[in-house]
């Protein structure tokens, strides 16, 4: 199968990767809670299945289905029932979970994609794996994920959580294996307002320029707005 780069239909962002998503290909999005990874996610979904007829699979692990289903249905998508009923189909498995819970989970997820039924899969988020699983236990679950995916015609987005106030070790080796790592983070504007920076970390195959850009997050999805300049910004 070709490998390519796919158009994510997000306003700003192929221009700012290098043209798009991977396929067959692997996505790490990392950054601060709330700064519109998962947003940034169904935005992508949405576009590739309402122009490419794609469908996607997308597990939860952060958040109950049912709430993540209020905060989609918050967006002011043109055809978002069409996209909930037809083409985005959503599994949860909850971080306090038992470890045999999320295994079965994951077991009926990659026996879907196995079967072609579905063009992308999203895992929202690895950190929460983290936080209740042993390292063992979340090594297990990501090699059966990557076994499964390796030679599938198929995008996967894996999301990883950056905490604001404390630490959390991420397993590293989604970030070696990522064909794109974007990060986004909070960031200080002249002590005047936050901001959300998108930092494109890597691209595989074709070109990214490693520029700062600010991202809008609202009713519309996941919007870059522009690039920011170093000299105006600073941490938080």
Known sequence: MPYRVIPTGIPGLDKAIGGGFT????????????????????????????????KTKYLTLSEPKDLLIQRIKLLKFDKLDEFLNEYLSLEEAMPLAEYRVIINVVEHILED?????????IIDSLSSLVRGLSPQEVANILQMIFKEITGKDI?????????????????????????????????????????????????????????????????????????????????I
């Open 155 to 235: 995008t996967t987005i894996i999301v990883g959580e950056i905490p604001l106030f404390a630490e959390i070790k991420l397993p590293g080796v989604e970030e070696f294996m990522a064909d794109v790592v974007i990060r986004l983070d909070y960031i200080d504007i002249h002590g005047e307002r936050l901001a959300v920076r998108m930092t494109p970390i890597k691209m595989r195959i074709g070109a990214i320029d490693r520029k700062y850009y600010e991202v809008a997050v609202d009713e519309r999805g996941f919007n870059v707005v522009g690039e920011l300049p170093s000299r105006a910004f600073g941490t």
């Open 23 to 54: 396929r067959p290909g692997l996505v790490y999005v990392v950054g601060h809670p709330g700064t519109g990874k998962t947003i940034m996610c169904i935005h992508y979904a949405y576009n590739r299945a309402i122009k490419h007829g794609e």
């Open 113 to 121: 994609i196995s079967k072609g039924e579905y063009d992308n899969l």
